[in-house]
């Protein structure tokens, strides 16, 4: 199995910043993507920003200039650094992982999701 485990969440006022983490353990043969994804109430769940095993990142267009993925692949983190944070920021922000991991002699894909952190922008 493998464990997702997210810090760095809280309530921030409008222009602040704030930097999330995520930390991978368990078993695995290697990471590929890594990914933030973010749910507001009432909203369905949207992918922020995503960066991949080679560096190449991707963002959401809302948060073009703002934020700031990256990852350390000897530690098998992800971090989002959020600047200029918005009111419309707030939500639980979920860490992503797709997985490779041997099961039954085939190397084999695997999702999995962090327990959530949420932002709160406001003042």
């Known amino acids: 199995q493998v464990q997702l485990v997210e810090s760095g969440g809280g309530l921030v006022q409008p222009g602040g910043s704030l930097r999330l983490s995520c930390a991978a353990s368990?078993?695995?043969?290697?990471?590929?993507?890594m990914d933030w994804y973010r749910q507001a109430p009432g909203k369905q769940r949207e992918l922020v920003a995503a960066?991949?095993?080679?560096?190449?990142?991707n963002y959401i267009d809302s948060v073009k200039g703002r934020f700031t993925i990256s990852r350390d692949n000897t530690k098998n983190t992800v971090s989002l650094q959020m600047n200029s944070l918005k009111i419309e920021d707030t939500a639980v922000y979920y860490c992503h992982a797709e997985v490779s991991r041997w099961s039954s002699g085939r190397l084999l894909q695997y999702s999995y999701w962090g327990q959530g952190t949420q932002v709160t922008v406001s003042s």
């Open positions: 960066v991949g095993s080679d560096g190449n990142t």
């Open positions: 368990g078993s695995f043969f290697s990471i590929n993507v």
